[in-house]
């Protein structure tokens, strides 16, 4: 009994546990493949969430920022994309104003640049250095 929700269109369907139980019983090798990806993302899943709490809301941010850029950036070298500050402030568990505040100290440091909520990273290095924990 879970629910989901999803940040963007999405096609779901349903199979349900009967029919899921006899398509593992004739190919029990893809149930071995699902097992083993589905505890891959569990290890990550897990690893994300303690390296995030272990983590200063600035790194934290930074992180965030990397993994958006990564995620929804439109094509492979574009470090540009339009993401709401709310959300963001959400995913970290802080408020919008201290991500504000943070975005424009990243901003003076000429880390990144925001606009009309496009983010966009100007030094990928200097970023990666911050979501590490290793700024200089």
Same mark, same amino acid.
């Given at each position: @009994?879970?629910?989901?929700?999803?940040?963007? *269109? $999405?096609?779901?369907?349903?199979? @349900?546990?009967?029919? #899921?139980?006899?398509?593992?019983?004739?190919? *029990?090798?893809?149930?071995?493949?699902? $097992?083993? !990806?589905?505890?891959?993302?569990?290890?990550?899943?897990?690893?994300?969430?303690?390296?995030?709490?272990?983590?200063?809301?600035k790194?934290?941010?930074?992180e965030?920022?990397? @993994?958006?850029?990564?995620?929804?950036?439109?094509?492979?070298?574009?470090?540009?994309?339009?993401? *709401?500050?709310?959300?963001?402030? !959400?995913?970290?568990?802080?408020?919008?104003?201290?991500?504000?505040? #943070?975005?424009?100290?990243?901003?003076?440091?000429?880390?990144?640049?925001?606009?009309?909520?496009?983010? $966009?990273?100007?030094?990928?290095?200097? #970023?990666?250095?911050?979501?590490?924990?290793?700024? #200089?």
């Open positions: @009994s879970f629910s989901a929700v999803t940040t963007e *269109p $999405t096609t779901a369907c349903f199979i @349900s546990v009967d029919i #899921l139980t006899k398509i593992f019983v004739r190919n *029990p090798m893809e149930f071995i493949e699902l $097992t083993k !990806k589905l505890c891959e993302k569990i290890n990550f899943i897990e690893s994300r969430i303690t390296s995030m709490a272990s983590k200063t809301i790194q934290q941010l930074a965030i920022i990397l @993994s958006l850029i990564n995620k929804y950036a439109k094509e492979k070298n574009d470090k540009t994309i339009s993401y *709401p500050i709310a959300d963001i402030a !959400k995913m970290i568990g802080t408020s919008e104003t201290y991500v504000y505040k #943070l975005f424009t100290e990243l901003e003076q440091e000429k880390i990144i640049s925001l606009k009309y909520k496009k983010i $966009t990273i100007n030094d990928e290095v200097r #970023l990666r250095r911050i979501a590490q924990g290793n700024a #200089l």
